[in-house]
């Protein structure tokens, strides 16, 4: 079986992605002495090598790979050593240029960048598994070896390749899925428009066409695609197994970032043996330690609740924004312990040492531009010694206090074209569903929707528009038996093949909410309405309004203008033992707050009300004991209430009573007892 934290590491993982191949040698014997001076415990190499492994076709040139291995191990650096199937070199495409991914508007992308790559394309996929061969032959059992890293972040920059041999391998992957084109025909209800097919040979891709193509076509496409891109790293994977046993294989997703929606994580996370998470802030005006709190859970959930790793994340700015802002002081660390607080085994970046050229050069590193008399350096060495204090949180897991539910064929269907409102975003209500349970100092984990649910008292739906009939009988048991269930609108509406569920809206959840839908009624730009509460209490709404029909539920909230005026806003349901709540507009965030402040009374959750807002405080526990993680994310010094005196482990000092969390800073108690 192979291991499933990093071979050799007696510590948090603390270090980067590290490309000496851009540097001379003479370099390399400064980086490793810069990497003892931090702390670091591992980097992460030959990601993008393939070139210089294999200058010429089935010519390797492993010697300076050698060397840099050996100079790594003897400096105590554990390596995370890549397959460099991202980034094929100039010669492979000469010979394969159909390896080269083509666009749904049919255009074939050029080598010059990294991750041009058709996964159906079999000549790729050779080259990949020799190349991956010839990798593990050489280092499966090298003393420096820590893990495998296949490939590079899946699923981008190309999600999905349209070209014929991806139109041939669609074909072979329905023929499996369906059996039949019938069952096909049936799944993408092709009796619309005509579009029916005779064989299967008549199936393509779902190309540029005039108008709106069919949407389960569309939705089978991304699974294909998913499904592709994940049969290429479990060949990687099982080599990696065969040739060098027990070292774990990972390779590195992007769980929370909304550009990369192609994947699906659920299914990931099972092929992995060590769940890793790349993370970058995106600037777009929000905190982005929410943003960052609610990546991390879901790593953490990905990885069914296991230690996880996070491998990338930045010093300081990145350079593919539009804009891309510097750290503050500081925050560099809250972010990296915010990351290990939610159950990161260590803080890894892209990446160790600046590069002068390429198209990452203004991105931030460890070692920056200006070298070592800089801020980012020191709180690189801060953050070394302060990872290197926490060794014994290792295998301690995050405590969650409720759930919110994630799917990511969900997200898939929900952006599919001609909806009731292009307004709607499911992820923006994921994400403020999220931010309120964070400012209650709430941790969330994330469940699919068929997941076994029972140990929470509070589930929320923040907008699940595919729900299968499995996942809706799994929510009305879950309330049966004493759940307290939230779901916003616009959930439960069709099934796994994007069909409207029997009957009126939302199919998959009228009983467990006791209401049906008869009319969705988005609202215009910049249009809001009014919503009141039988003790006078007044919620705003916008995007989206819904005619709801209560079919035992009682009304909560009730809409006070607009087109829905005087119909139900807000509904509760008591079925069973438990409660489901259910909104049918888009709350701004204080509506939200009430609505989950309702929610959590009939859940019997009693959060902290004791800390400021920002002020993040979450628990490890496990064999080794419990730690309280707080990070003050404010200007002004904090005071944490504790219920345990205990041990500070970056300051060592005892605390008692409250703990004292200076503006901007991080500490970690190991809780007595
Ligand atoms: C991704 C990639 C890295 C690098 C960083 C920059 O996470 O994996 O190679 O490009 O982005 O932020
Ligand atoms: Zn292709």
């Given at each position: 079986m192979?291991?499933?934290?990093?071979?050799?590491?007696?510590?948090?993982?603390?270090g980067?992605?590290?490309?000496?191949?851009q540097w001379?040698?003479?370099?390399?014997?400064?980086?490793?002495?810069?990497?003892?001076?931090?702390?670091?415990?591992?980097?992460s190499?030959?990601?993008?090598?393939?070139?210089?492994?294999?200058?010429?076709?089935?010519?390797?040139?492993?010697?300076?790979?050698?060397?840099?291995?050996?100079?790594?191990?003897?400096?105590?650096?554990?390596?995370?050593?890549g397959?460099?199937?991202?980034?094929?070199?100039?010669?492979?495409?000469?010979?394969?240029?159909?390896?080269l991914?083509?666009?749904?508007?049919g255009?074939?992308?050029e080598?010059?960048?990294?991750?041009?790559?058709?996964?159906?394309n079999?000549d790729y996929?050779?080259?990949?598994?020799?190349?991956?061969?010839?990798?593990a032959?050489?280092?499966?059992d090298?003393?420096?070896?820590?893990?495998?890293h296949?490939?590079?972040?899946?699923?981008?920059?190309?999600?999905?390749?349209?070209c014929?041999?991806?139109a041939?391998?669609f074909?072979?992957?329905?023929e499996?899925?369906?059996?039949?084109?019938?069952?096909?025909?049936?799944?993408?209800?092709?009796a619309?428009?005509?579009?029916?097919?005779?064989?299967?040979?008549?199936i393509n891709p779902?190309?540029?066409?005039?108008?709106?193509g069919?949407?389960a076509?569309?939705?089978?496409?991304?699974?294909?695609a998913?499904?592709?891109?994940?049969?290429n790293?479990?060949?990687e994977?099982?080599?990696?197994?065969?040739?060098?046993p027990?070292?774990?294989?990972?390779?590195?997703?992007?769980t929370?970032?909304?550009?990369?929606?192609?994947?699906?994580?659920?299914?990931?996370?099972?092929?992995?043996d060590?769940?890793?998470n790349?993370h970058?802030?995106?600037?777009?005006?929000r905190?982005?330690?929410?943003n960052?709190?609610?990546?991390?859970d879901?790593?953490r959930?990905v990885?069914?609740?296991?230690?996880?790793?996070?491998?990338?994340?930045?010093?300081?700015?990145v350079?593919?924004?539009?804009?891309n802002?510097?750290?503050a002081?500081?925050?560099?660390a809250?972010?990296?312990?915010?990351?290990v607080?939610?159950?990161?085994e260590?803080?890894?970046?892209f990446q160790?040492?600046?590069?002068?050229?390429?198209?990452?050069?203004?991105?931030?590193a460890?070692?920056?531009h200006?070298?070592?008399?800089?801020?980012?350096w020191?709180?690189?060495?801060?953050?070394g010694?302060c990872?290197g204090?926490l060794?014994?949180?290792?295998?301690?897991?995050?405590?969650?206090?409720?759930?919110?539910l994630?799917?990511?064929?969900?997200?898939?269907a929900?952006?599919?074209?001609?909806?009731p409102s292009e307004?709607?975003?499911?992820?923006?209500?994921a994400?403020?569903?999220?931010?309120?349970?964070?400012?209650?100092?709430?941790?969330?984990?994330?469940?699919?929707?068929?997941?076994?649910?029972?140990s929470?008292?509070l589930?929320?739906?923040?907008?699940?528009?595919?729900?299968?009939?499995?996942?809706?009988?799994?929510?009305?048991?879950?309330?049966?038996?004493?759940g307290?269930?939230?779901?916003?609108?616009?959930?439960?509406?069709?099934?796994?093949?994007?069909?409207?569920?029997?009957?009126?809206?939302?199919g998959?959840?009228?009983?467990?909410?006791?209401?049906?839908?008869?009319?969705?009624?988005?609202?215009?730009p910049g249009?809001?309405?009014?919503v009141?509460?039988?003790?006078?209490?007044e919620?705003?709404g916008d995007?989206w309004?819904?005619?709801?029909?209560?079919?035992?539920?009682?009304t909560?909230?009730?809409?006070?203008?607009?087109l829905?005026?005087?119909?139900?806003?807000v509904?509760?349901?008591r079925?069973?033992?438990?409660?489901?709540?259910?909104?049918?507009?888009?709350?701004?965030?204080?509506?939200?707050?009430?609505?989950?402040?309702?929610?959590?009374e009939?859940?019997?959750?009693?959060?902290?009300t004791?800390?400021?807002?920002?002020?993040?405080?979450v628990?490890?526990?496990?064999a080794?004991g419990s730690?309280l993680?707080?990070?003050?994310?404010?200007v002004t010094?904090?005071?944490?209430p504790?219920d345990?005196?205990?041990?500070?482990l970056?300051?060592?000092?005892?605390?008692?009573?409250r703990?004292?969390v200076?503006?901007?800073?991080?500490?970690?108690?190991?809780l007595?007892?």
């Amino acid at each position: 079986m192979p291991e499933t934290t990093p071979r050799g590491l007696t510590r948090l993982a603390f270090g980067g992605d590290y490309n000496p191949e851009q540097w001379p040698e003479s370099v390399w014997h400064e980086d490793v002495r810069l990497m003892r001076e931090a702390g670091v415990t591992m980097v992460s190499v030959g990601i993008f090598s393939w070139a210089l492994l294999e200058p010429t076709p089935g010519a390797y040139d492993f010697g300076w790979l050698d060397r840099l291995l050996g100079l790594l191990h003897d400096n105590g650096v554990r390596v995370d050593l890549g397959t460099p199937t991202v980034a094929p070199p100039a010669w492979f495409y000469r010979t394969h240029p159909e390896a080269l991914p083509v666009t749904a508007e049919g255009v074939r992308y050029e080598f010059g960048s990294r991750a041009a790559i058709c996964h159906s394309n079999a000549d790729y996929r050779a080259a990949a598994a020799t190349i991956t061969t010839r990798l593990a032959e050489r280092y499966g059992d090298h003393p420096a070896l820590a893990m495998w890293h296949v490939h590079n972040e899946y699923g981008v920059p190309v999600s999905a390749c349209y070209c014929d041999s991806c139109a041939a391998h669609f074909r072979r992957w329905l023929e499996t899925t369906y059996g039949t084109v019938d069952a096909v025909n049936d799944a993408w209800g092709t009796a619309f428009w005509g579009q029916r097919y005779a064989d299967f040979g008549q199936i393509n891709p779902p190309r540029l066409t005039p108008t709106v193509g069919n949407p389960a076509q569309a939705l089978d496409y991304k699974r294909f695609a998913d499904a592709t891109m994940r049969e290429n790293f479990v060949m990687e994977r099982d080599i990696l197994h065969r040739l060098s046993p027990g070292v774990p294989v990972t390779t590195n997703f992007m769980t929370a970032l909304s550009q990369c929606d192609s994947v699906d994580y659920w299914a990931w996370g099972r092929e992995v043996d060590i769940v890793t998470n790349d993370h970058y802030l995106i600037t777009d005006g929000r905190r982005t330690h929410v943003n960052l709190a609610m990546a991390a859970d879901l790593t953490r959930s990905v990885a069914g609740g296991a230690p996880w790793l996070l491998l990338e994340h930045s010093t300081s700015g990145v350079n593919w924004q539009p804009r891309n802002p510097a750290k503050a002081p500081g925050q560099m660390a809250r972010n990296s312990l915010g990351h290990v607080a939610r159950g990161s085994e260590g803080a890894m970046f892209f990446q160790w040492r600046q590069s002068r050229r390429g198209a990452e050069k203004f991105h931030s590193a460890m070692v920056p531009h200006g070298g070592t008399e800089t801020r980012v350096w020191r709180e690189v060495v801060e953050l070394g010694s302060c990872l290197g204090s926490l060794a014994q949180i290792r295998g301690t897991r995050t405590e969650a206090d409720v759930a919110m539910l994630w799917d990511w064929h969900s997200w898939w269907a929900q952006s599919l074209a001609w909806r009731p409102s292009e307004d709607h975003d499911a992820r923006e209500r994921a994400d403020a569903f999220y931010e309120t349970l964070y400012d209650r100092h709430l941790t969330v984990d994330f469940a699919h929707p068929e997941a076994d649910l029972s140990s929470y008292p509070l589930v929320v739906v923040p907008a699940l528009y595919l729900m299968t009939r499995a996942a809706g009988d799994n929510l009305r048991a879950y309330v049966e038996n004493g759940g307290t269930l939230v779901v916003s609108y616009f959930s439960g509406i069709v099934d796994e093949h994007d069909a409207v569920h029997e009957g009126s809206c939302p199919g998959a959840l009228r009983d467990v909410l006791g209401l049906t839908v008869e009319e969705f009624s988005p609202l215009l730009p910049g249009e809001r309405v009014r919503v009141t509460g039988p003790d006078g209490s007044e919620l705003g709404g916008d995007v989206w309004t819904e005619f709801v029909v209560p079919r035992g539920a009682e009304t909560v909230w009730t809409y006070a203008d607009g087109l829905t005026a005087g119909h139900p806003a807000v509904t509760r349901h008591r079925l069973g033992e438990g409660t489901a709540w259910y909104v049918s507009t888009r709350l701004g965030a204080d509506g939200l707050d009430a609505l989950l402040g309702r929610a959590i009374e009939d859940a019997r959750i009693a959060p902290r009300t004791d800390l400021p807002r920002d002020v993040e405080v979450v628990r490890r526990t496990g064999a080794s004991g419990s730690y309280l993680f707080a990070v003050n994310h404010t200007v002004t010094d904090a005071k944490v209430p504790l219920d345990t005196a205990g041990t500070e482990l970056l300051t060592g000092e005892r605390t008692a009573g409250r703990l004292p969390v200076p503006a901007g800073a991080v500490r970690v108690v190991r809780l007595d007892g």
